[in-house]
């Protein structure tokens, strides 16, 4: 299932319908338990997909108590902290952001 926003459930997750919170990990990422994606927020409208994935140290934190309605946006080539302004119109978007630019 494809959204422009997210609620704090692991995006690429939800494309194969399983909603799993995103956690906090130990570089105050927002990270996936099953996939490892991890995301940044801006703290108030933007959730940004990293192009790098996680190792797993997860704290006891869940983005589904923090991000309501948050946009989605891809980050920057050379800033891996920062959006690059942009937002997914469907799914093929996506798709193609998650295997084209993120770490398998
Ligand atoms: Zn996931």
Redo the contacts with the bound molecule.
Sequence with gaps: MFDSFSDGY?P??LLDDKK?PLVVNQMDFWE?P??R?QCISDGVSVLSIIRERGDGQLKDILATDWIKRFTLSRTKRNDITKSDGSTFRNEEELWGYLENEVEG
Excluded: H, K
């Design positions: 692991c690429q997750c799993i996936c099953s996939c994606l």
